[in-house]
């Protein structure tokens, strides 16, 4: 036997929170599949969390998500004799009054005693769970109290608040020990306080995510990289970004593939760009971002064969959901105003080239074009004009403009 659980639940407990970089997941939850059903409880607890979705467990894993199940396996869990999933039931509102007849303790408080002993022992998912225990207040339950047990409003608040602020130091040390959702919650504890009783502690929480990342956990190792990344130290980004990544953690792939993109804390490599591009996007993650930018190379051919088709359809897609405001705007002007990747259609190429709002010769070039030929609108020489003269020194805005002069007594522009 383990030193705290079946051998099963500790080589499991390290494959999916302690060591959950190391790619062991979907084998630890077949070793929680295999014990929950020869009957180990801490088993069937840790199982049903596995299958509750990303609120409880590293997405990384993959795991499949049953809350149906998970029920089944919670209550399963109380009844084989887990005292760990009695206070998982009392978090997740499935310790109902009939599961509490069931289970094999006297009472809530011995259950809650059994795991703090393993917590004060060092076991990391226990030291979790005690400390959620606090912060969520299921220790009222726990210990059978409500604000009718105490003299004043006063003495009540002070009880809440000896009791809630216990969870800091058992968040640390999980956190520590190798549970990354301590620290979630110790960053929620600090940003937020509790009601009137704890007050926000802010300043406490600006450390934590580069803790979590030196700590090793994929995600942390993300979200230290973006808050790099936000205050443009992108080449220091780039190494927690790359680390996120190899562990699987696939938010990281928009970030990993535009420092290869633009050789932004790395060597420049277009190919590892377009691969990091296309994994972002086949998981689903960044998948704007990543289209944006796997459209614009396939547009121009670099890191990838040239393919307006693909183009098209990328950049069309990213822009479609609204979430990247203009960014596309030239690329599907160009698309629509040359007929590439789709068909040509002038009405289109306007409607996106009159939203470029930043210096873009080959977008001005074109809309002025369009204006100056009243193609896809009304003719408008003048506009086009001032447009083809905004692209500056493009080639064929200045073959272009020898279209066109001013008149002599009106001083319009017309077609010569």
């Not at 934590?208 to 990342?213: H, M």
């Not at 203009?326 to 590439?340: D, F, I, K, M, S």
Request: aromatic share 16%; proline share 3%.
């Amino acid at each position: 036997m383990g030193y705290f659980f079946s051998d099963a639940v500790e080589q499991a407990l390290r494959d999916i929170y302690y060591e959950m970089g190391a790619g062991r997941g979907q084998e630890g939850f077949r070793l929680l599949e295999e014990a929950s059903n020869a009957g180990d409880g801490d088993a069937s607890c840790l199982l049903a969390r596995c299958l509750c979705g990303s609120q409880y467990v590293w997405e990384g894993h993959q795991f499949p998500e049953d809350d149906r199940r998970a029920t089944k396996l919670l209550r399963k869990a109380v009844e084989q004799g887990s005292a760990l999933a009695v206070l998982v039931c009392l978090r997740t509102g499935n310790m109902t009054p009939s599961l509490q007849q069931k289970m094999p303790f006297s009472s809530l408080q011995e259950a809650f005693d059994m795991v703090l002993d393993k917590a004060e022992r060092g076991e990391p998912f226990c030291q979790y769970t005690i400390g959620n225990s606090y912060f969520w207040w299921d220790f009222l339950r726990i210990q059978g109290k409500s604000k009718n047990d105490f003299s004043s409003h006063e003495a009540f608040r002070d009880y809440l608040r000896e009791n809630i602020t216990k969870c800091e130091d058992w968040f640390w040390r999980a956190f520590r020990n190798g549970v990354f959702w301590g620290g979630n919650n110790l960053k929620h504890y600090y940003w937020n306080g509790d009601e009137d009783i704890v007050p926000p502690q802010p300043e406490k929480a600006a450390d934590i995510n580069r803790i979590g990342a030196e700590y090793g956990y994929p995600n942390y190792q993300y979200y230290y990289g973006y808050d790099l990344w936000r205050e443009n130290r992108k080449e220091e980004a780039f190494p927690w970004m790359k680390k996120a990544y190899d562990h699987g953690q696939t938010e990281a792939c928009f970030y990993v593939g535009y420092a290869y993109e633009w050789g932004t804390g790395v060597e420049k490599d277009l190919a590892k760009a377009a691969a990091c591009y296309t994994e972002g996007i086949q998981a689903g993650k960044s998948r704007e971002g990543c289209s944006n930018r796997l459209g614009a190379m396939y547009y121009n051919g670099k890191g990838v064969p040239q393919d307006y088709a693909k183009a098209f359809q990328l950049i069309k897609w990213a822009d479609d959901q609204g979430t990247t405001g203009n960014w596309g705007a030239c690329y599907l002007g160009e698309c629509y105003g040359y007929g590439r990747g789709t068909q040509q259609d002038y009405e289109m190429a306007r409607k996106y080239l009159e939203t470029v709002d930043w210096d873009c010769p080959d977008a001005f070039y074109l809309l002025g074009y369009l204006y100056a030929r009243g193609l896809g609108g009304p003719e408008d020489i003048e506009k086009g004009v001032a447009l083809l003269q905004k692209a500056g020194n493009h080639r064929d805005a200045q073959e272009e403009l020898k279209h066109y002069k001013k008149t002599f007594f009106t001083r319009k522009w017309v077609r010569r």
